[in-house]
């Protein structure tokens, strides 16, 4: 049995938590550990990727709750209150962007001399569904863009990415948070994320995970 039809099962076998997503058995929601970034890290999601059980958007707003804000993506609705807060000149807005992308709009972050919120959006999906996401985003176009270089392989086995290298959403998060000089807020949720992967994956196979 291929481990894609073992995901795609986990929600018939097992009721499923409506805050974390995972199988109320190995449910992690008073497990994960708090942190609250300076940085915000605004999510855009279709509606569909964010129920996937697999999404970690949902485990990133329940670890880092008051930085983090998740955006419904409709291609006939725009969404009203991700757009005010990228106009309201609170914020030193980024969008984050596929690394093998040349654009003239990419630049390099760097948090000194900053005085406004440092505000990052991060597309929920693979690399295609985002740059789909954002042609059709007029309101994305203008922002300046930020790519990452991640040395190490992804953690995130859970479904196939489109290619080598690529980053689930909490991995790209934590990333740009130590893009922000915040590596202890990082670190947990680094954990956070270790975390949920364990309890996925043996929910796969109908195990419990013992809490320590």
Same mark, same amino acid.
Request: aromatic share 10%; glycine share 4%.
């Given at each position: 049995?291929?481990s /894609?039809?073992k995901v795609?099962?986990?929600? *018939?076998?097992?009721?499923?938590?409506?805050?974390?997503?995972?199988?109320?058995i190995n449910?992690?929601?008073?497990?994960v550990?708090?942190?609250?970034?300076?940085? *915000? =890290?605004?999510?855009?999601s279709?509606?569909?990727?964010?129920?996937?059980? $697999? /999404?970690?958007? #949902?485990?990133l *707003?329940?670890?880092?709750?008051? +930085?983090?804000e998740?955006?419904h993506?409709?291609?006939?609705?725009?969404?009203?209150?991700?757009?005010e807060?990228?106009?309201?000149?609170?914020?030193?807005?980024?969008?984050?962007?596929?690394q093998?992308?040349?654009? $003239?709009?990419i630049?390099?972050? /760097?948090?000194?001399?900053i005085?406004?919120?440092?505000?990052?959006?991060?597309?929920?999906?693979?690399?295609?569904?985002a *740059?789909?996401?954002i042609?059709? $985003?007029?309101y994305?176009?203008?922002?300046?863009?930020?790519?990452l270089? +991640?040395?190490?392989?992804?953690k995130?086995?859970? #479904?196939?990415g489109?290619f080598?290298?690529?980053?689930?959403?909490?991995?790209?998060?934590?990333?740009?948070?130590?893009? /922000?000089?915040?590596?202890?807020e +990082?670190?947990? =949720?680094?954990?956070?994320?270790?975390?949920? =992967?364990?309890?996925?994956?043996a929910s796969?196979?109908?195990?419990?995970?013992?809490?320590?």
């Amino acid at each position: 049995m291929k481990s /894609n039809y073992k995901v795609k099962q986990i929600t *018939k076998l097992y009721e499923s938590c409506d805050i974390c997503g995972l199988p109320v058995i190995n449910c992690i929601c008073s497990s994960v550990k708090k942190v609250n970034t300076k940085a *915000k =890290l605004w999510i855009l999601s279709v509606e569909r990727e964010f129920y996937r059980p $697999s /999404n970690t958007a #949902r485990i990133l *707003k329940l670890a880092n709750p008051e +930085a983090t804000e998740i955006f419904h993506w409709e291609r006939s609705n725009t969404p009203k209150e991700l757009i005010e807060k990228i106009e309201s000149g609170i914020y030193d807005v980024y969008l984050l962007f596929p690394q093998e992308e040349e654009s $003239s709009t990419i630049v390099d972050f /760097n948090n000194k001399g900053i005085s406004k919120i440092p505000a990052f959006i991060l597309v929920d999906g693979t690399w295609k569904e985002a *740059k789909r996401i954002i042609r059709r $985003s007029e309101y994305l176009k203008a922002i300046p863009r930020i790519t990452l270089k +991640a040395d190490y392989k992804s953690k995130y086995t859970l #479904r196939k990415g489109v290619f080598d290298g690529n980053l689930c959403t909490m991995e790209a998060a934590i990333e740009v948070i130590k893009l /922000n000089k915040e590596f202890e807020e +990082a670190m947990v =949720l680094t954990e956070d994320f270790n975390l949920f =992967l364990d309890n996925f994956k043996a929910s796969i196979y109908g195990h419990k995970v013992e809490k320590k």
